[in-house]
């Protein structure tokens, strides 16, 4: 990226290894977000020049996500778009990964945006079946791992991000330093990343793009209550914590009265998935979206929260995202400073 840097005139940051590799204008990858990450979500990001996500897990059976799959190529008109697989550690019955991939190969899906626990298992089915795989991590170990594991580029996220950061978390601008210096693949850094100077900046330390989920929870296409992304837009972000670190699945989420009785369980020392999920299952977090009763559900928000102004259709904010990114690189080249 030093060319760009020093002489933006002569390359475009949106052109990078990432945005080549998944055919899309931008390098941004509008992530996967449970319940919310829709086909109509996800052509408005393609639509954007994003790549987004539906995400498996927001689908009851595999039936009704090909439903969503054939729903999203109609709205792309057979355009490119991916698949968020969230392999969590299989704390609890009923993991459905195995005939998820199955029908991700099946439909020949573009891109495969994969997490929580080693895809080695499923990398070479996915990629004889055409698929580029991106897989996500909280840990540089994790990243060097599905390198050797063949994927095509990972997602690193950092502590800021909302979801899961691991269970040692690490900055975002550390961890984008740490791979510069050993991933060979593509990478994307994710975490806290709302505006277009941290796109620049992920880029100036070596990232190949970002990954953004937070700052499109406001965006008109995600299917939520108003008085929910009223909220988001009203936070800071220390407006965030983190829950479950005592079942090794830690989570960063809003602020709220879930999130409370789950950290004064914890402080008490229950250590149990089976005590705590009353409090942090999912149809909760969806029924949330639903009603716009914020103050109830494990609702995943990274800090970047607080970077997030008004609400606006998608393509307005990846138009601000641009206009940033565009600034920020042109402070740089008058030496920094700010107009």
């Excluded at 709302?194 to 990954?211: D, K, Y």
Aim: hydrophobic residues 45%.
């Amino acid at each position: 990226m030093t060319d760009a840097l020093s002489a933006p005139a002569a390359h475009d940051w949106r052109d990078t290894p990432l945005s080549r590799l998944l055919d899309t204008r931008l390098p941004v990858m509008a992530t996967g977000l449970q319940w919310l990450a829709n086909a109509d979500y996800v052509a408005a990001a393609v639509n954007g020049g994003m790549m987004g996500f539906i995400t498996a897990a927001s689908f009851p059976d595999t039936s009704a996500l090909r439903d969503e799959i054939q729903r999203c190529r109609e709205l792309l008109d057979g355009r490119a778009f991916g698949v968020n697989v969230s392999m969590l550690p299989k704390l609890l019955p009923g993991d459905r990964t195995d005939e998820i991939m199955a029908l991700i190969a099946d439909e020949r899906i573009t891109v495969v945006e994969t997490s929580g626990r080693d895809p080695t298992a499923y990398v070479a089915g996915l990629k004889s079946a055409g698929c580029r795989v991106v897989h996500k991590v909280p840990q540089l170990r994790h990243a060097l791992k599905a390198e050797v594991a063949g994927v095509d580029a990972v997602t690193i996220v950092g502590a800021e991000c909302g979801g899961h950061p691991g269970e040692s978390p690490v900055g975002t601008l550390v961890q984008g330093a740490l791979a510069a210096r050993t991933l060979a693949i593509p990478f994307a850094l994710g975490g806290g990343i709302a505006t277009g100077e941290q796109i620049v900046a992920a880029l100036a330390l070596g990232a190949s793009g970002v990954a953004i989920g937070t700052r499109f929870l406001i965006a008109d296409e995600i299917p939520a209550h108003v008085d929910y992304k009223r909220r988001l837009v009203e936070a800071e972000p220390g407006d965030t914590t983190l829950i479950l670190s005592s079942v090794r699945n830690s989570m960063r989420v809003l602020r709220n009265d879930t999130t409370a009785t789950v950290q004064a369980l914890e402080g008490q020392g229950v250590d149990d998935v089976q005590s705590l999920l009353p409090y942090v299952r999912g149809a909760l977090g969806k029924a949330a979206y639903a009603s716009g009763d914020w103050r109830q559900g494990a609702l995943s928000v990274g800090q970047g929260v607080g970077l997030m102004t008004c609400r606006a259709p998608l393509d307005k904010i990846v138009a601000a995202l641009e206009a940033e990114a565009d600034a920020a690189l042109a402070r740089l080249g008058a030496g920094g400073e700010r107009g």
